[in-house]
Structure formats: structure tokens, C-alpha cells
């Protein structure tokens, strides 16, 4: 009986959607591909300039547009056929990896195209981030799965993160950076496969038409009026500036610091990926009402004392073990973020609302990408990231003091 239940909460009912299965699927596919082109980007950055600096700028050059463009995507989202909109993504994506692919195995790379083609994707994510988030609900059979359909998600992609990673570091010392970018750009032909084959029904695709830019003000006024989601809004803009950074400078930490190539990088990477694997299974068995402001608060102050941790080691052993901390306290904060915020708004606002996370999420970012490379070059990768961890404690603490009920969160 005991065993029955746990099975039944470790492989979600969401699974019998079969348009959930299908994006699950297509996306499990693509997002190995979509992290060995991250770390063999920053590897390639790093080989080609040797500079923090670098490899801050091309951080934020690739998620800037998320910042400014993501607020007015969400709009769009709430007016157009996400699905095919997600269709059209895809392709885009699958031509900048095999545009990177064939600059990189021609030696015609150069620090140039790798910015440009990192704004160019940037510009993709700022419409294609929003637009899966808000997507999954709409490929759950029932109301009730799509809390564990968002958690069952992370742990696709932090799984993804995992694979993708140790791949990666393999074919970089065996093959090049050049052979990741074409996996890559091959894979998302099973995640455009995968979305040409879902079917919706027809009140799913119900498009609103009223005036644009009273919807886009109608969407900030709605999200910041809520005391609840600007609260989790808040927190997750803390975590982004100065914990979602750290991958930026490990190259750093691999090169020079514990002496290795970019096998080591490919490890350290990993051992984050399986941190949120696990944070995600995590997510998935324990019940919704866990996922509150109380636990974002305690992932902020865990995430905070590992990058210190990390900051200060030289042995590859604790290394990973921070890493792999890292990975699920980060987890924790933005899936349960992530959770709450889709069970709580309104649905015809919930492409706006999830615009917003996304800003919070992926564009405020690049500042803490651009920060974080900037201190790294001038006062070393080390420091840098015990300046992040303490501001990462320091948050969660004036979080916790501000908001005193932050535990409820969720109603």
C-alpha cells in the first residue's frame, strides 16, 4: 500500500495527459541540447578572451532582452496561439545553434558572433520563457494536476541540466565546443516534432482583442496590487541578481582555482543539476501548501551560505558538494516561486503575471551576470561569490522580517 502511494506521488496522474507527455518529452530532449551549448558557450568565451569580464558581459547581452521585452511578450501571450507561437521559438533556436555549430567546427568563431548570436537568443527567450510557463496549463487534463505538472517540470529541465552538463564536458575535451552546438540545434527537432503533435481543444486557443496597451498596464496594476505576488516577485528578484549568477564565474573556479579543464566545469556544473533534481522530486512528492514564502526564504539563506562555501574552496570534493547544494536551493525558490504564482492568479491574466516572473527571473539576470564579472575581474571570482552569499543571507533575513506572514503566502 505504502509503496503503491509513493509511486503514485514520484510518477504524477499528470502523466496521463498525452499532450503533457508529448511536451514533456520534446522539451526533456532539447533541454540537454539547450545545456551543452551553456556550458560550452562559457567555455568557448573563456578559451577565446581569458576574462571575467567576458564572460559577464556575454551573460548579460544573452538575457537582457528578457528584461525589456518580456513585460510587453506577456501581452502577446494573453492575445495570440501560444502553441503555435512555441512552434515558431523552436525553430528560431534550432537556427542559432546551427549557426553557432557551423561558425565554431569552421574556426570562423570569434568573441563577436558568440555576442551576437547570444543577443539573438536572448531575443527568443524573452517570448519563448513566458510562453512555456504559461503553456503547460493548457496541456493538463485536470486543474488539480497542474502543481505537480509545473514541480514535475523543473525536474525535467533540472534533470536536463544534469545530463546535459556532464555531456558536454566530454565532447568539449574529446571533440570541441563546435560538436555540442550541433547536438543541440539536432535536438529541438524532436521538441518541434513533439508540439506539432499536441492537440488542444478549441476553447484553449480563446484569444482576447481587446486594446494592447490597456492590457499591458491592466497586467502591472493586477500584479503589484497583490501583496502576495509582489512579495514572491521581490524574493525572486533578490535571488536573481546575486545567486543565478554563479554559473558565470565557475569557469573561473574549474580553470584555476582546482586546476582542471572543461571535464571539471562539466562536473561542478552537474553537481548543480542533480542539486535541483533533486529539489525538483522534492517539490513534486511534498503537498502544494509547503510551497510558501517560508521555504523561498529558508532557499535564499541555504543558497547564500553555499556560494560562500563555494567561494572559499579549493578542494573539487566540497566544490561539488556546494555546487550540488546550490543547484536545490535554487530549485526550491523557483519552482516554488513558480507554483505558487500559477496557482494563485487569475487565468486571463496568467500570461502577464508569468511575463513578469520572467523578467524577475531570467531578465534581471544578466545585471547580476554583468556584476558579478565585473567584481570577479577586479577583486577575483572568490571574493565575488562571498559578496553574492552574504547578500543572499541578507535578503532572506529583511524577507522574512518584512513580510511576517510570508508562510502564508499561498491562498
Not at 4 to 13: D, F, M, Q, R, V
Not at 239 to 247: K, R, T, V
Amino acid at each position: 500500500m505504502t509503496k503503491n502511494l509513493l509511486s503514485a506521488k514520484i510518477i504524477p496522474a499528470v502523466l496521463n495527459s498525452r499532450n503533457y507527455r508529448l511536451f514533456f518529452i520534446g522539451q526533456g530532449i532539447s533541454r540537454i541540447g539547450t545545456w551543452m551549448t551553456n556550458l560550452a558557450t562559457v567555455w568557448l568565451v573563456y578559451q577565446l578572451t581569458h576574462s571575467a569580464l567576458m564572460l559577464g558581459i556575454v551573460g548579460f547581452i544573452s538575457q537582457i532582452p528578457c528584461f525589456f521585452l518580456t513585460p510587453f511578450a506577456g501581452v502577446i501571450l494573453d492575445r495570440c496561439n501560444i502553441h503555435k507561437l512555441l512552434i515558431l521559438t523552436q525553430k528560431l533556436a534550432m537556427l542559432q545553434s546551427l549557426t553557432l555549430a557551423t561558425l565554431t567546427l569552421s574556426n570562423s568563431i570569434n568573441i563577436w558572433y558568440i555576442i551576437s548570436l547570444s543577443l539573438f537568443q536572448g531575443l527568443i527567450d524573452a517570448f519563448d520563457s513566458p510562453a512555456r510557463d504559461t503553456f503547460i496549463k493548457d496541456v493538463v487534463n485536470k486543474q488539480e494536476d497542474l502543481p505537480n505538472a509545473i514541480a514535475l517540470n523543473f525536474v525535467l529541465v533540472t534533470g536536463a541540466r544534469l545530463i546535459g552538463p556532464a555531456i558536454a564536458g566530454i565532447i568539449i575535451v574529446s571533440l570541441g565546443s563546435g560538436y555540442c552546438f550541433l547536438i543541440d540545434g539536432i535536438s529541438y527537432v524532436a521538441v518541434i516534432l513533439a508540439l506539432s503533435s499536441i492537440k488542444l481543444q478549441t476553447q484553449m486557443l480563446a484569444i482576447q482583442k481587446t486594446n494592447f496597451w490597456k492590457q499591458f498596464k491592466e497586467g502591472f496594476t493586477y500584479t503589484f496590487a497583490s501583496v502576495h505576488i509582489r512579495a514572491i516577485l521581490q524574493m525572486l528578484a533578490l535571488f536573481s541578481l546575486f545567486a543565478m549568477p554563479y554559473p558565470t564565474i565557475v569557469p573561473i573556479f574549474a580553470s584555476e582555482i582546482l586546476h582542471g579543464d572543461a571535464s571539471t566545469l562539466g562536473f561542478l556544473t552537474a553537481a548543480a543539476g542533480l542539486g535541483a533534481l533533486f529539489g525538483g522530486i522534492y517539490l513534486n512528492i511534498r503537498p502544494i501548501e509547503l510551497h510558501s514564502g517560508k521555504l523561498m526564504v529558508f532557499a535564499t539563506a541555504i543558497c547564500g551560505v553555499a556560494l560562500i562555501a563555494f567561494g572559499i574552496s579549493n578542494v573539487l570534493w566540497f566544490s561539488l558538494l556546494m555546487s550540488l547544494i546550490i543547484g536545490f536551493s535554487g530549485i526550491l525558490e523557483i519552482a516554488s516561486s513558480n507554483t505558487t504564482l500559477q496557482t494563485i492568479v487569475e487565468n486571463d491574466k496568467r500570461g502577464r503575471v508569468m511575463s513578469l516572473f520572467t523578467v524577475t527571473f531570467v531578465g534581471i539576470q544578466p545585471f547580476g551576470d554583468l556584476l558579478t564579472g565585473s567584481l570577479a575581474h577586479k577583486i577575483g571570482a572568490p571574493n565575488t561569490l562571498i559578496i553574492c552569499g552574504s547578500f543572499c543571507l541578507m535578503g532572506a533575513f529583511l524577507f522574512a522580517k518584512q513580510f511576517p506572514s510570508c508562510n502564508e503566502l499561498q491562498t
